[in-house]
């Protein structure tokens, strides 16, 4: 459990350390619970996509794609429940990078308020991250983890844009708007086969058939 003075910490995790951190196993078993949660909230209004976002904990990194060098998650932990808003508006919130060292032992799974990765790829020549794994249980969290994201894309230098696509029929769209990112117009028809597998996205189970849809926030 990382040591802060402040009420809320950005818990930084990079690829190698999910991958090689001795306390590998613990982790994942809380976070694939606490992003397979956040998911549900959409899975379960809108009863389009039927699979978990992540279905094992052994896949945690090749499911939501971070297992490329250059990928990252971040958590937003509360050590003070009663705190979480003063302290999102006020930023009082400490961001400490996990070592082979860290646990989140001790960590309660509504402590957690939301989590973002971001994994390098190229979208039109230019260098950008695709935001993934990304959930929000507090008001403000979701918000407050974009940004951040943002703004380590904005230090790293080399980084162009953000990139996310999400299912359309979810209506998040006017909330990434909302938030700086703007349609690419590119939207993907995507069919379900008898078996009930989404034929586009490899090991993605739905109800029907759906689109996806791209958007994008410039960073220059």
Same mark, same amino acid.
């Given at each position: 459990m990382p040591n802060s003075d402040n009420p809320i910490t950005i818990l930084r995790f990079s690829k190698d350390i999910l991958e090689e951190s001795p306390n590998r196993q613990g982790i994942l078993n809380l976070l694939t619970e606490r992003i397979n949660n956040g998911y549900d909230q959409n899975r379960k209004k809108y009863n389009i996509i039927t699979s978990l976002r992540i279905e094992q904990d052994k896949d945690f990194l090749r499911e939501l794609g971070i297992h490329k060098d250059g990928s990252f998650l971040m958590i937003l932990i509360a050590h003070d429940l009663e705190l979480v808003?003063? @302290?999102?508006?006020?930023?009082?919130?400490?961001? $400490? =990078?996990?070592?082979?060292?860290?646990?989140? =032992?001790? $960590?309660?799974? =509504?402590?957690?308020? !939301?989590?973002? *990765?971001?994994?390098?790829?190229?979208?039109?020549?230019?260098?950008?991250? %695709?935001?993934? *794994?990304?959930? @929000?249980?507090?008001?403000?969290?979701?918000?407050?983890?974009?940004?951040?994201?943002?703004?380590?894309?904005?230090?790293? !230098?080399?980084? %162009?844009?953000?990139?996310?696509?999400? #299912?359309?029929?979810? !209506?998040? #769209?006017?909330?990434? #708007?909302?938030?700086?990112f703007k349609e690419t117009g590119t939207v993907y028809f995507c069919q379900v086969d008898d078996d009930g597998y989404v034929k586009q996205i490899p090991g993605m189970k739905a109800a029907q058939d759906f689109h996806s849809v791209e958007l994008i926030k410039s960073l220059k």
């Amino acid at each position: 459990m990382p040591n802060s003075d402040n009420p809320i910490t950005i818990l930084r995790f990079s690829k190698d350390i999910l991958e090689e951190s001795p306390n590998r196993q613990g982790i994942l078993n809380l976070l694939t619970e606490r992003i397979n949660n956040g998911y549900d909230q959409n899975r379960k209004k809108y009863n389009i996509i039927t699979s978990l976002r992540i279905e094992q904990d052994k896949d945690f990194l090749r499911e939501l794609g971070i297992h490329k060098d250059g990928s990252f998650l971040m958590i937003l932990i509360a050590h003070d429940l009663e705190l979480v808003q003063q @302290s999102l508006k006020e930023g009082n919130i400490s961001l $400490i =990078d996990a070592t082979n060292e860290t646990t989140l =032992d001790g $960590i309660e799974h =509504d402590q957690i308020l !939301g989590t973002i *990765a971001g994994k390098p790829m190229e979208f039109q020549l230019q260098k950008a991250w %695709e935001v993934t *794994a990304f959930t @929000s249980i507090a008001k403000g969290a979701g918000k407050y983890l974009l940004r951040q994201v943002e703004q380590e894309a904005i230090i790293k !230098g080399d980084v %162009e844009l953000l990139y996310i696509t999400m #299912v359309q029929e979810h !209506g998040l #769209v006017p909330y990434y #708007v909302a938030n700086g990112f703007k349609e690419t117009g590119t939207v993907y028809f995507c069919q379900v086969d008898d078996d009930g597998y989404v034929k586009q996205i490899p090991g993605m189970k739905a109800a029907q058939d759906f689109h996806s849809v791209e958007l994008i926030k410039s960073l220059k």
